[in-house]
Nanobody, 121 residues
Framework: QVQLLESGGGSVETGGSLTLSCVSS?????MAWFRQAPGKEREGVAR????????TYAASVKGRFTISRDNANRTIYLQMNKLTPEDTAMYYC?????????????????WGRGTQVTVSS
């Protein structure tokens, strides 16, 4: 059973930055970040593949967020810049074996418990 541990969440003001980290207990091919705001469905934020380092971003974060991966340490990161209140959510790390590129919860088998990001106006 793959275990994922997120860290780096917190509270910032609009325009601020945060970097999230997620460490996996085992190597997995595909890892991603999702987020879920109260009363809303979980949505994909960014995804990265291990070998190609191919990335996929949600339109709402493209140009502001950057996903990266350190395979040696089984860690992914999410650098978040120019944060807005609309980015406020619980952010979840996900991992799986899919070779796809979609930001779809069904493509991931393992989930972390989440780290809260709150952006104030």
């Amino acid at each position: 059973q793959v275990q994922l541990l997120e860290s780096g969440g917190g509270s910032v003001e609009t325009g601020g930055s945060l970097t999230l980290s997620c460490v996996s207990s085992e190597y997995t091919y595909s890892m991603a970040w999702f987020r879920q705001a109260p009363g809303k469905e979980r949505e994909g934020v960014a995804r990265i593949q291990s070998a190609s380092l191919r990335t996929t971003y949600a339109a709402s974060v493209k140009g502001r967020f950057t996903i990266s991966r350190d395979n040696a340490n089984r860690t992914i990161y999410l650098q978040m810049n120019k944060l807005t209140p609309e980015d406020t959510a619980m952010y979840y790390c996900a991992a799986g074996t899919s070779y796809g590129s979609r930001l779809d919860t069904t493509e991931f088998d393992y989930w972390g418990r989440g780290t809260q990001v709150t952006v104030s106006s």
